[in-house]
């Protein structure tokens, strides 16, 4: 400065004492901030009024595979998709006016993977100034978590749906056994009285009626089959041979309308199956196939090797892994409406029209196949047809096809037996029923309604009997344990044990009863004398 017309220097001097201490403190709390900042295991992001990206942390870096020189400054979303950006931005504009906000949605790092993200909009002031801090978290494996857990409950339940139902069905099945046991039992003995007779035209109409009692029979064994109650017997098949001797009984039953296709690979190993139900899948597949394209269009029947990893099972929701052998129904109809697909395999569900059809189809098949530990998968678009898959156990050693079953052996001369029968059942039509039956064979039966009035009668003579022939299900005893008390009184005493349930049944538990033969309802009465002939003293039987 001049001073008196000379040059000189005026120093000034200030106490800055608490002005360096603000500064040491504000970058104490800067570092701090920072270290708090780029501590969390979320990714932060720091935005201003407009949008502009302030700062990031460490986290943020590491999740979207962009640096923080990358990221300051932009005013695009950087790891959502940039169709979402009109609507975060509204988001960060209600942020901003206090309200905080909240999203999940799809990902993407800079890379190009995808994952799942859940973002917190927090409002904050940052250097006097309104910001907007927000806060994401890769919830990859959290939504895979609850998926998982979603499929695992959705299994529960359709297992514990399939158990009641199946139960329901083996109920209706057992009484409707009774029922078929006295009408198989009548018609046998309507069949023998009219061969006396003579009358021809009556015994059509009887073999007609006995034919379709038959096939009741079998439909309630279909049904024993998917409610556990039964087991069929098996051996090997190969699956082409399968498919072939299906198409035998499925060519009658569709109309010409419909073209019959193959897709056999050759070499599939075979595999330890009860053919004629595995016939039976066949025919309910394609026989819906049939009815879902108003009996026109195409049907492939296939048989092939098959590796899966991750899929689902359609009717059990089970995780399928790992090698099979599949057989395969296609069919070029319309597809199934999304709405059916989750109850298409409840028994007596049904699409069709009342009358058109019994609900038990897809049922059967879900039975059938989950009893060989098989598993099925369903594919359908619509307008595009429907394909089922039937996915079987890869057999764990080579097995060789056996021989097909040659033509039932014509029953030899009908037996004329001696001797005293115990017979025990709480169905009135079949008690009566066997006591005319073996009645006619020359047996003398005593026949009792219950298990308890059968064991007192029996500890009164039990020299006096040469058989017992009881029912399992009846009050106060069961067949099992009046077979156990009566073996007591007299061991070896043969005991016939007929059941619909004969899965409940293990074979040590029979032979400590003392149960020599087991028969399924309704009993044939062919059967009954085949199994009476094994089981009667070799005095108590003559040929006739």
């Not at 104490?28 to 270290?35: D, G, M, P």
């Not at 035209?201 to 029979?217: I, P």
């Not at 898959?389 to 039932?408: D, I, N, S, Y």
């Not at 077979?483 to 074979?507: F, N």
């Amino acid at each position: 400065m001049s001073y008196r017309g000379e040059p000189h220097v005026l120093y000034m001097g200030r106490d800055v004492t608490e002005g360096k201490l603000s500064e040491r403190a504000l970058r104490a709390s800067e570092e701090q901030y920072r270290a708090i900042f780029n501590s969390t295991a979320d990714s932060l992001v720091l935005r201003d009024a407009e949008f502009r990206i302030v700062d990031v942390n460490l986290a943020y870096e590491a999740m979207s595979g962009r640096t923080r020189a990358e990221a300051l400054g932009r005013q695009d979303v950087t790891m959502s998709s940039p169709a979402l950006t009109a609507h975060i931005r509204a988001l960060h504009a209600r942020a901003l006016a206090g309200e905080p906000v909240q999203w999940e949605t799809r990902a993407r790092r800079k890379g190009g993977e995808q994952f799942d993200i859940e973002v917190r909009g927090l409002p904050i002031l940052h250097q006097g100034r309104p910001h907007v801090l927000y806060i994401g978290r890769d919830i990859t494996g959290r939504k895979g978590a609850e998926a998982e857990r979603e499929r695992l409950e959705a299994q529960l339940r359709q297992a514990q749906k399939m158990e009641a139902i199946g139960q329901l069905t083996g109920g209706i099945a057992h009484d409707f056994n009774n029922i078929l046991q006295g009408i198989l039992g009548n018609l046998v003995l309507a069949e023998e009285r009219q061969a006396e007779l003579g009358d021809a035209k009556l015994g059509r109409y009887l073999e007609r009626a006995h034919a379709s009692s038959q096939r009741a029979r079998d439909l309630i064994r279909q049904m024993l089959t998917f409610s556990r109650g039964q087991h069929g017997e098996r051996r090997a098949v190969a699956p082409a041979a399968l498919v072939r001797d299906a198409l035998k009984l499925l060519r009658p039953t569709l109309p010409a309308t419909i073209e019959l296709r193959t897709e056999l690979a050759e070499g599939v190993p075979a595999a330890l199956l009860d053919m004629l139900q595995f016939e039976q899948v066949l025919l309910n597949l394609c026989i819906n196939a049939r009815d879902a394209m108003g009996g026109a269009g195409s049907i492939t029947l296939g048989a092939r090797a098959a590796q899966y990893h991750g899929a689902v099972c359609a009717s059990c929701r089970q995780r399928v892994d790992g090698r099979f052998l599949e057989l395969v129904v296609r069919d070029s109809g319309p597809g199934i409406a999304p709405e059916a697909r989750e109850r298409m395999f409840d028994p007596f569900f049904s699409t069709k029209e009342v009358g058109k059809g019994s609900g038990m189809g897809l049922a059967m098949v879900h039975g059938i196949v989950h009893e060989h530990g098989g598993h099925l998968l369903v594919d359908s678009s619509p307008g595009k047809g429907a394909e089922f898959r039937v996915l079987l156990e890869w057999p764990a050693a080579a097995v060789q096809p056996a021989a097909a079953p040659g033509e039932t052996r014509k029953a030899s001369a009908r037996p004329r037996f001696s001797g005293r029968v115990l017979v025990v059942d709480d169905e009135e039509d079949i008690r009566e029923f066997l006591a005319e039956l073996l009645g006619g064979w020359g047996l003398q039966v005593v026949a009792h309604a219950d298990g308890a009035a059968a064991r007192d009668a029996f500890a009164e003579d039990p020299q006096g009997f040469d058989a017992v022939i009881t029912d399992q299900s009846m009050p106060r005893l069961t067949g099992l344990q009046l077979a156990r008390l009566v073996s007591r009184m007299r061991p070896g005493i043969p005991v016939i044990l007929c059941t619909g349930y004969g899965e409940d049944l293990k074979p040590r538990a029979l032979e400590a009863a003392g149960v020599r033969m087991l028969a399924q309802k309704p009993v044939e009465p062919q059967q009954l004398r085949e199994l009476l002939r094994a089981v009667l003293p070799a005095g108590n039987k003559t040929p006739t």
